[in-house]
């Protein structure tokens, strides 16, 4: 158990980490993430709710259909990223998952935007649990049916052995699987009976960061932050055409004016994979050099560690585009040694999610 975000988190389970990355990529994996934050947001009419939450993100909430969810994030004044989060409509309200360590900024700077005109409701009283895996859909389809017909991004209210939930197929892991909603009165009931069947095993800390690296997807603080704009990071394809330049509702948002110009004519640098040659891994911060003799970095690596499916060790860091091609080779420095990693494609794993 290790402190995290104000809790006391598992990093691992019975089976160990490693065990838990596999068993979570070839069955089932039951996540607790209840640290994470839930905001309910409200307003007299969606149209009222989705224009007004569109001033403080770039992203298409007025199109988004009931029982469909979109990944999304705040930005700043000067184009970086406040936050990221999931946002999903049921009927027409929005329940927002944020991170845990900035769910309180996030709760206050929402409020401060957008009410009176909508309401924020911190959800202090539910749970989230995270069932990941090619197994998932036929373990949560026997406490509700509904839940096999769900795609991905698909949000419903569903009942599991009779607690209602707001479930949604989606997660942080690259696998097919599920995000539950319930009150957390009723979350040791629901996990006792996920973790009941012989396909699931509880997952730690440790295996869902491996996971998630595998998958590609970023860790914020470490892999984005104020000082990255999404377009640095990568995340271009979550800012919809609507709110481009020349699109119904262009800008608008903090920090519009660079980010436009930036989806229009690029950034200086980018986030990339990266796959250290050899078996030590590169982890964050270590400085990234285009050449092995060079005093400056041109970059660093943000998130970093060992690819259990893959088998060998898996980075991700920003370096210049013009040294972002895949192939390149470049230089990190590990305990005052160059050693050297190579530009590679991203995901490392690629994704299983349900898309019909």
């Not at 049921?90 to 401060?112: C, F, G, M, P």
């Not at 271009?236 to 004519?265: N, T």
């Amino acid at each position: 158990m290790v402190a995290f975000a104000g809790y006391e988190m598992p990093v691992y389970y019975t089976l160990g980490l490693l065990k838990e990355h596999r068993h979570t990529r070839s069955r089932a994996g039951l996540f607790d993430v209840s640290h994470m934050g839930q905001l309910w947001l409200t307003a007299d009419t969606w149209q009222t709710l989705a224009l007004e939450f569109e001033r403080l993100v770039p992203q298409d909430v007025l199109s988004l259909e009931r029982g469909r969810q979109r990944y999304g994030f705040l930005t700043t004044a000067n184009g970086g990223l406040m936050d990221d989060f999931m946002f999903a409509r049921y009927d027409d309200s929005l329940l927002l998952v944020v991170n845990a360590a900035h769910k309180s900024a996030v709760t206050e700077y929402v409020r401060k935007n957008i009410e009176p005109v909508c309401q924020v409701k911190e959800c202090d009283d539910r749970a989230l649990l995270a069932l990941q895996g090619p197994a998932a859909a036929s373990v949560l389809a026997q406490l509700d049916p509904e839940a096999a017909d769900m795609r991905f991004m698909d949000s419903r209210f569903l009942q599991l052995d009779g607690v209602s939930a707001m479930v949604s197929r989606s997660g942080y892991t690259g696998e097919d699987g599920y995000e539950m909603s319930i009150l957390a009165a009723d979350s040791e009931h629901i996990a006792r009976i996920l973790s009941n069947d012989e396909a699931v095993e509880f997952i730690g800390l440790g295996a869902r960061d491996s996971l998630r690296l595998e998958a590609g997807l970023c860790l914020y603080g470490n892999d984005i932050t104020a000082q990255t704009s999404p377009i640095e990071a990568a995340l271009s394809w979550a800012i919809q055409r609507v709110r481009r330049r020349k699109g119904a509702r262009a800008g608008g948002f903090p920090g519009s004016d660079r980010l436009l110009e930036q989806l229009d004519h690029g950034a200086g640098r980018r986030r990339v994979g990266l796959t250290p040659q050899g078996r030590a891994p590169m982890r964050e911060d270590v400085p990234l050099f285009a050449h092995i003799e060079d005093r400056d970095p041109i970059g660093q690596v943000t998130s970093g560690g060992f690819g259990p499916t893959v088998g060998c060790p898996i980075s991700m860091g920003y370096v210049p585009v013009e040294r972002s091609e895949i192939g390149t080779t470049l230089f990190g420095e590990v305990r005052g040694k160059r050693l050297p990693v190579t530009v590679a494609e991203l995901p490392f794993v690629a994704a299983k999610f349900k898309r019909d």
